[in-house]
């Protein structure tokens, strides 16, 4: 059969393709972005997560012209507070950065001329230090989040920082949790957000605004968010001192503007736009996806089913227009405002892996890819792009309603595929759970599709990016509802013959391993396959020995708005938990672990594959040493990739 290109493609076993996409490239190549901050002078940073230097975060100044590294290699700007990190970096007015160092724990500035770091604190190991941001004209000041380690009861504080002496000020207190605390452009004024358990900060967060002077919070004042009803986050000041941030009062994260001198916030009312999203649950530090280029123009990510795009908002006429860039997945710190036309933003395309662009206005049909996560060029024509599926649910509580999910038919032109045959399929479950997967082009997906694998990724019940009412439906039903739906996408894309229902595999990682393994349990006869990175198999285990940010988070996942007795919580823990169910599985399951995981401690994935082992069936194991709640080195990244595609060929191929 000849291909567009001309060449002849080779009959093949789906499963059995030999692809470009390579577990080296995936693991020591390809790299991650992780934040974007650009200066007063329009300097652009950001951090680059480098497999290949096992693991280390730097960070790296861009231009036009190229990049080149700044921090120094001791050094990895990486934070540990609420144990998954972010707001490692925050740009000061006088063009030099402020970085939080993962070894060390310390937070230093750092000259991006001659790479000097110096601290700015005395360093403990038991306190850490994150969501930086810097006085706009007393540059000695840092307003920081706080995270003692040195009790058995962690406390998280809201401090600003006095870089001359090295001390610093709690400037607010009593909180479970704070996050973005910011100066106005004025230095007169300092705005943050904060939560309680049992919330999270997608469930229920307050906004306060209060007065600045020489170290000191006074006349504070909420300005929006309710416990268990109301998420507030993104808070931002605009050029003129505006505060802007997105709540989801609307059932939808809207922007909101509160008007300097007014005493009430208004949502930015869009109309198009209100069944869509302008933010994320904020599962990492100092997320940003919109930014104020003028005092009437905002740049904004906007997300409907699963998929984001940019938009330009005049807040003069209440109106908007799609910019025109073809990036469909932003997320977290990832957009920074560089001049009153211009930004820079991290996302993905369709067919272009994550990557650091900048984009100007002035000139909106010239773009600028300053970095690629992955600089190896692999021609789009193996890429498989991601479809938006909705399809009902014929499994679990809810058979009225409707799910969704990404699906990947396999492609590779160098192959055709015997005639009539059907790929076999992976369901690939996302952690969180509160959270989604998007349509940018992700290569560990296109790894299985160039190999003959059709992919499917559920946004199950409980999702982000559908509203507050979809992320609601897992609340009392995790183990149910999400189990449920990926089912139903195995049976919806089985009846639209898109896929062989005898070879179906389903993977997951953390909350999406759980997920997984909880799946198996419960549809044991719609798998021939598993594997479960790093997932939960005993869900009281996980209640009684995860950190503090998450230590409450199940409680709505499992019980709702319920508060059962001990006798009801032992129950819901033994039907929801894997490891006790695990009798029932009937796929062989392949479960990768690191060895210091505080997040899911190993001995569950141990624990998981003795109980199948004893029932008689198949579970192997694979620790990754040093490796904690994900895996970071490059030979660790590989090796957690072969063995997949070892278990995959074994229990979904067929020759």
Known sequence: MSTESGTTSSKGSFGTWTSPITAEILSSQAISLQEVVATTSSKIYAIEARPAENGRYCIVEYSVEGSRDVLPKEYSARTRVHEYGGGALAAKPDGSLIFADWATKGVYSLDPTTKLAIPVIDADSQVYYANFHVHPTKVNWVLAIREDHSSQAVE????????????????????DFYSHPQFDSAGESVCWTQWNHPDMPWTGTELYVASWLDGKLSNASLVAGKPGVESVS???WGLDGTLFFASD????WQLHRLDKGSAEAKMISLEGLKTGEFAGPEW???????????????IAAWTKDASETLVVIDLETSSYTFAPYPLVDIRFNAIARVTSTSFAIIGSMLTSPTALCYFDLADPFKSTVLKSSL????????????EHITFPCVYGPNPSDSSHALFLPPKNPEYEPPPTALPPLVIDMHGGPTSHVGRGLSLSWQYWTSRGFALAAPNYAGSSGYGREYRNKLNGKWGISDVADAASCVAHLAATNRIDATRVGIVGGSAGGYAALQALCVYPSLWASGVSLYGISDVKALVRDTHKFESRYADRLLFGDENPSNEQKEKVFKERSPVFQADSIRAAVL???GSKDEVVPPDQAEGMAKVIQEHGGKAKVVVFEGEGHGFRRAENVKRAIVEQERWWVEGLVRE
Do not use: H, M, W
């Not at 002496?165 to 207190?173: E, G, M, Q, W």
């Not at 600089?375 to 991601?386: G, H």
């Open 156 to 175: 998280n504080t809201l401090v600003a920082i006095d870089v001359t002496s090295k001390t610093f000020k709690t400037v607010a207190r009593g909180a």
């Open 234 to 236: 993104q808070p931002r």
């Open 249 to 252: 009062r609307s059932g939808y």
């Open 284 to 298: 990492l530090l100092g997320s940003c996806t919109y930014a104020s280029l003028t005092p009437n123009i905002l």
């Open 375 to 386: 600089e190896l060029s692999i021609p789009v024509k193996f890429y498989s792009e991601a």
């Open 591 to 593: 479960l990768l672990q």
